[in-house]
T-cell receptor, first 116, second 115 residues
């Protein structure tokens, strides 16, 4: 396993278009997180899944954002009707939480979104 | 809600010297974890060091060590024998031990290691 993989690495889109990002976590990890990082800031939590269940969503996740993890493996994050304020790095992370085991989060390289 | 504050936006250190990055946090929780993550330019974020709040002993990982002051809610990172490869953004992060396990990050410190 090569770690958390995100696709695409870069995306430029016109305002108003829809975009979808994909995250493939480390295979045995049951938790998957999405964060957003704007320039000069630390990552901000968006949402997380345990297996296929979306257990928490941040207030940052407006109704234009939707995330899925249909089979408890890869996840997608879709942004509808993109706005310039959506321009950011979108980071995915995964971890394993089982019984007394709770590993740290491993991050992917991110998808940099630019809305023009 | 938890907050994490890093008051040093940028720092510079010469190769082989020691540098300390500061972090303070605010929480009403008693059980939590604290982390330092490193984000090199255009590369993914990686964990540098982790501290459990219930442990009094400061965590150490090779050249990296922390000074954890629970009462003061302070969690600084010391990098000894700095190397050029240590150049990166460093983020302090908090996670409580509840089921959510999401991370709350500070705004980061950009560290430049110079010759």
């Amino acid at each position: 396993d090569t770690g958390v993989s995100q696709d695409p690495r870069h995306k430029i889109t016109k305002r108003g278009q829809n975009v979808t990002f994909r995250c493939d976590p480390i295979s045995e990890h049951n938790r998957l997180y999405w964060y957003r990082q704007t320039l000069g800031q630390g990552p901000e939590f968006l949402t997380y899944f345990q297996n296929e269940a979306q257990l928490e969503k941040s207030r940052l996740l407006s109704d234009r954002f939707s995330a899925e993890r249909p089979k408890g493996s890869f996840s997608t994050l879709e942004i509808q009707r993109t706005e310039q304020g959506d321009s950011a790095m979108y980071l995915c992370a995964s971890s394993l939480a089982s019984g007394t085991v709770n590993t740290e989060a491993f991050f992917g390289q991110g998808t940099r979104l630019t809305v023009v | 809600a938890q907050t994490v504050t890093q008051s040093q936006p940028e720092m510079s250190v010469q190769e082989a010297e020691t540098v300390t990055l500061s972090c303070t946090y605010d929480t009403s929780e008693n059980n939590y974890y604290l982390f330092w993550y490193k984000q090199p330019p255009s590369r993914q974020m990686i964990l540098v060091i982790r501290q459990e709040a219930y442990k009094q002993q400061n965590a150490t990982e090779n050249r990296f060590s922390v000074n954890f002051q629970k009462a003061a809610k302070s969690f600084s990172l010391k990098i000894s024998d700095s190397q050029l490869g240590d150049t990166a953004m460093y983020f302090c992060a908090f996670r409580h031990t509840g089921t959510a396990s999401k991370l709350t990050f500070g705004t980061g410190t950009r560290l430049q290691v110079t010759l």
